[in-house]
């Protein structure tokens, strides 16, 4: 046959490993637990969704939708689509549909990959993963340092403290106004250091120019009028509150005038955590109140509050920090030696793995030896030996893979199959009482 030419992942998009699963999972389950005790309950939406969804819920002047979209036309039926960029706007369009928000308000949770069309490197991907949440029907603050200790509990449980916590106020639209018009005046007078970038958003968006990474800008932007200096009674008594209620919870944080974040719909609170493990790509969370996005998307006026969490960057910095994770493949591992002794191997994993264990039985024929070597790379605590002799009998021989390693093989004892099931249990309790 000619060579068949072999077919390759897209770039930027992952494909994660077994050898990766045990981190994922050590991740995903303290997520779960956490969001649990502070009531949150889980929303799955699909991956696909309308591409206006995106245009209006997102923003028209954003780095997601300006240039970071996958978007296409369903060549069925001719339906403008995009692959999810973050699900802040799928889970408001979701409970909008179904009314959730109509009799209580919702805390709710989701996991999964968002897809952005961006140059791939370290901590930044075409297909990666968020943990989000949304809080909807809520007025704050008291929701939104709610989700900051979540965050906080979440990042202890795996960690990876300690992190910065960075924080600054959007305020409301009306003052959003104000300071955009100062900030227009501002960097009119200054047009010779605005980049492509700035100039292209000087009148569209101009907030969006703080956010800037170009090095030369910098010193501008620090200059620039403070969207902080422009806050009214209300919005200055909101963030009071917020702060006294993080300092009453020893959260620490700084006041970052700068933070806008990317998004366009983001009143109020505004945060990010900040790790200094991974060099650019520092930021492992992002969160803030977006009280306009609901009603913007087409439902009744009802206050939102969320993060989204970069689930690969989070796993970057547990392995800065020396995740290991120390789950064996599998508790047993049985070796038979072909012939009848293999159908009596498979239902002795059947009868072990109703009583709950987790079991391998060796696949195919091989020598004891190679068996052996196998069990101990399964890091299983027992081998169970079906040899002919032990068929004959009904009984099964069993080694302690653990131990002093001259010493174990001296542990061998052959008994009846339920005989062998009660020692199991019985030795692998004093193991594990030993531990
Ligand atoms: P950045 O400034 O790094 O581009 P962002 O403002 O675009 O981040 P958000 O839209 O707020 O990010 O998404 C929340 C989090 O998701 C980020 O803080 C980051 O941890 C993660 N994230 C965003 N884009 C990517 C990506 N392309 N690859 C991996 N993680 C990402
Ligand atoms: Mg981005």
Same mark, same amino acid.
């Given at each position: 046959?000619?060579?068949?030419?072999?077919?390759?992942?897209?770039?930027?998009?992952?494909?994660?490993?077994?050898?990766?699963?045990?981190?994922?999972?050590?991740? %995903?389950?303290?997520?779960?637990?956490?969001?649990?005790?502070?009531?949150?309950?889980?929303?799955?939406?699909?991956?696909? %969704?309308?591409?206006? /969804?995106?245009?209006? $819920?997102?923003?028209?002047?954003?780095?997601i939708v300006e240039k970071e979209m996958y978007c296409f036309t369903d060549?069925?039926?001719?339906?403008?689509?995009?692959?999810?960029?973050?699900?802040?706007? $799928?889970?408001?369009?979701?409970?909008?549909?179904?009314?959730?928000?109509?009799?209580?308000?919702?805390?709710? +949770?989701?996991f999964g990959p968002m897809f952005r069309h961006e140059r791939p490197q370290?901590?930044?991907?075409?297909?990666?993963?968020?943990?989000?949440?949304?809080?909807?029907?809520?007025?704050?603050?008291?929701?939104?340092?709610?989700?900051? /200790?979540?965050?906080?509990?979440?990042?202890?449980?795996?960690?990876?403290?300690?992190?910065?916590?960075?924080?600054?106020?959007?305020?409301?639209?009306?003052?959003?106004? %104000?300071?955009?018009?100062?900030?227009?005046?501002?960097?009119?007078?200054?047009?010779?250091?605005? !980049?492509?970038?700035?100039?292209?958003?000087?009148?569209?968006?101009?907030?969006?120019? /703080?956010?800037?990474?170009?090095?030369?800008?910098?010193?501008?932007?620090?200059?620039?009028?403070?969207?902080?200096?422009?806050?009214?009674?209300?919005?200055?008594?909101?963030?009071?509150?917020?702060?006294? /209620?993080?300092?009453?919870? !020893?959260?620490?944080?700084?006041?970052?005038?700068?933070?806008?974040?990317?998004?366009?719909?983001?009143?109020?609170?505004?945060?990010? +955590?900040?790790?200094?493990?991974?060099?650019?790509?520092?930021?492992?969370?992002?969160?803030?109140?977006?009280?306009?996005?609901?009603?913007? @998307?087409?439902?009744?006026?009802?206050?939102?509050?969320?993060?989204?969490?970069?689930?690969?960057?989070? @796993?970057?910095?547990?392995?800065?920090?020396?995740?290991?994770?120390?789950?064996?493949?599998?508790?047993?591992?049985?070796?038979?030696?072909?012939?009848?002794?293999?159908?009596?191997?498979?239902?002795?994993?059947?009868?072990?793995?109703?009583?709950?264990?987790?079991?391998?039985?060796?696949?195919?024929?091989?020598?004891?030896?190679?068996?052996?070597?196998?069990?101990?790379?399964? $890091?299983?605590?027992?081998?169970?030996?079906?040899?002919?002799?032990?068929?004959?009998?009904?009984?099964?021989?069993?080694?302690? @893979?653990?131990?002093?390693?001259?010493?174990?093989?001296?542990?061998?004892?052959?008994?009846?199959?339920?005989?062998?099931?009660?020692?199991?249990?019985?030795?692998?309790?004093?193991?594990?009482?030993?531990?």
């Amino acid at each position: 046959m000619a060579k068949v030419q072999k077919i390759n992942g897209i770039r930027g998009m992952n494909d994660i490993l077994p050898a990766d699963e045990p981190i994922w999972t050590e991740f %995903e389950e303290v997520c779960k637990d956490a969001l649990r005790m502070y009531g949150y309950k889980q929303i799955r939406t699909p991956i696909l %969704e309308a591409t206006p /969804l995106f245009k209006r $819920g997102i923003g028209e002047v954003t780095d997601i939708v300006e240039k970071e979209m996958y978007c296409f036309t369903d060549s069925l039926n001719g339906e403008e689509l995009a692959l999810r960029p973050e699900n802040t706007a $799928g889970v408001v369009r979701s409970v909008i549909e179904h009314n959730l928000t109509y009799n209580a308000p919702q805390r709710l +949770w989701y996991f999964g990959p968002m897809f952005r069309h961006e140059r791939p490197q370290r901590g930044r991907y075409r297909q990666f993963h968020q943990l989000g949440v949304e809080a909807l029907g809520f007025k704050g603050p008291d929701v939104d340092v709610e989700q900051i /200790l979540m965050a906080r509990r979440i990042f202890d449980e795996l960690n990876i403290l300690p992190l910065k916590l960075e924080l600054n106020s959007l305020g409301n639209l009306e003052e959003r106004r %104000e300071h955009r018009q100062a900030l227009i005046t501002y960097f009119e007078a200054h047009q010779d250091v605005l !980049d492509e970038d700035a100039k292209r958003r000087l009148y569209s968006n101009p907030l969006r120019i /703080l956010d800037t990474k170009n090095p030369d800008m910098q010193a501008l932007v620090e200059g620039a009028p403070r969207l902080l200096d422009y806050l009214k009674n209300d919005s200055l008594a909101f963030l009071n509150r917020l702060e006294h /209620l993080l300092s009453v919870n !020893d959260i620490e944080y700084k006041i970052n005038p700068r933070l806008v974040r990317g998004l366009d719909y983001y009143n109020h609170t505004v945060y990010e +955590w900040i790790t200094d493990k991974l060099g650019a790509q520092a930021t492992v969370c992002g969160g803030g109140r977006y009280d306009p996005l609901v009603e913007m @998307l087409g439902g009744r006026p009802t206050p939102g509050v969320g993060f989204a969490m970069g689930v690969e960057r989070v @796993l970057e910095v547990m392995r800065e920090f020396g995740f290991e994770s120390n789950e064996p493949d599998t508790e047993m591992y049985i070796l038979h030696m072909g012939g009848e002794t293999q159908g009596y191997a498979m239902v002795l994993g059947e009868i072990l793995r109703d009583a709950g264990y987790d079991v391998i039985v060796h696949a195919g024929e091989a020598s004891f030896k190679s068996q052996m070597k196998k069990a101990d790379q399964s $890091g299983a605590t027992f081998a169970f030996i079906c040899g002919e002799e032990e068929v004959t009998h009904s009984q099964v021989t069993i080694k302690r @893979l653990f131990g002093d390693p001259s010493e174990r093989f001296m542990k061998q004892e052959t008994l009846d199959l339920n005989e062998a099931i009660q020692y199991f249990v019985d030795v692998q309790k004093e193991f594990l009482d030993e531990e």
